[in-house]
């Protein structure tokens, strides 16, 4: 994958009114993390912006599969989704060998995670909830995974996030890095979630998976569809972890 296709070379900048602001006063924690000053921006070098790219040779098929990958022989609780998309570069263009990671709750909404405790939700022995995959030739990446239960945080008084699915997608170089979420349109908690909100109005809906019939599996699970773009007028919004 070109470098310039994750957003961060220096012909293909990221349109940073797409993106959330580093201070949105809604979501709390941007207030502590992010920084007072101006950002000076640092043009990347060409060793920066290109690599070997990710350890093909430790992404397996059975990896994409979060129902059954924590290992224990037993199929993971809750509704059956397949999530699938394409990548794609600021001019439309399908980005091959993009390693796509995911991280999500389970169907109750609960991580597996030893820093999880306040959230008093069943855990599922049969879901790590994380998984990964590469992009083919044609930019396709899919995941079978469960639909995550929404859960709450400590951001205001009876806040719940929404329904989402964390992502991380990873060109040739660490540099080269999208880091968004995943959320599932019609869910009626997206307008009231200031993590989804504190994206601009006019990109936010670029988070949505929409539900695809074509993609669904008879007698087995929904299907819903999720395009990634990485840079350009019709960037998906990431978070932000650079200028
Ligand atoms: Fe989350």
Known sequence: MASDRVGSGDDVRRAHDDHPPFRYPDYKSTMARSPERDMVTVLRTLSERTGPGPAWSAVEDDDADLTTNAGTGGRAIGARIVVTGRVLDAHGAPVPDTLVEIWQANAAGRYTHWRETEYDAP????????????????????????????????????AWRPAHVHLSLLGPALGSRLVTQLYFAGDPMLELDPIYCSAPPHSRHRMLAHYDHDVSVEN????????????????TP?????D
Do not use: M
């Open 123 to 158: 855990l599922d022995p049969n879901f790590l909830g994380v998984g990964q995959c590469h992009t083919d030739a044609d930019g396709i990446y899919e995941f079978l995974t469960i639909r995550p239960g929404p859960y709450p945080w400590g951001n205001h008084p009876n």
């Open 220 to 235: 087995w699970a929904t299907g819903w569809r999720f395009d990634i773009v990485l840079a350009g007028e019709h960037a």
């Open 238 to 242: 990431g978070e932000r972890q650079d």
